[in-house]
């Protein structure tokens, strides 16, 4: 079945730097846009990060362009998002996504996520 496995998470202090990991499994991962999606304490659902299927487009959020890189390695069924310069209000569970390479489609699952804590 589908599997998608977020690591990497952890504690670190304002200006430092992690990188999350999503391991997929049970699909076709070339197949697949595949999406970092945090959520805050006590907040909504943002969008962070998406890789595409070819060509190697990438996007970001205002919020984290010129900090964050999404990556992926067709090889290994996984995508990687380094975090530099966070900040305090990166502070989020990091949620691992992935849907159809078309305007319409849902993100349709989801790994169960890793927690960033960043300390001021």
């Known amino acids: 079945q589908v599997q998608l496995v977020e690591s990497g998470g952890g504690l670190v202090q304002s200006g430092g730097s992690l990188r999350l990991s999503c391991a997929a499994s049970g699909f076709t991962f070339t197949r697949y846009w595949m999406y970092w999606v945090r959520q805050a304490p006590g907040k909504g659902l943002e969008w962070v990060s998406a890789?595409?299927?070819?060509?190697?487009?990438?996007y970001y959020a205002d919020s984290v362009k010129g900090r964050f890189t999404i990556s992926r390695d067709n090889a290994e069924n996984t995508v990687y998002l380094q975090m530099n310069s966070l900040k305090p209000e990166d502070t989020a569970l990091y949620y691992c996504?992935?849907?159809?390479?078309?305007?319409?489609?849902?993100?349709?699952?989801w790994g169960k996520g890793t927690l960033v804590t960043v300390s001021s």
């Open positions: 996504a992935r849907s159809l390479p078309y305007s319409d489609s849902p993100l349709d699952y």
């Open positions: 890789f595409n299927t070819g060509g190697g487009g990438t």
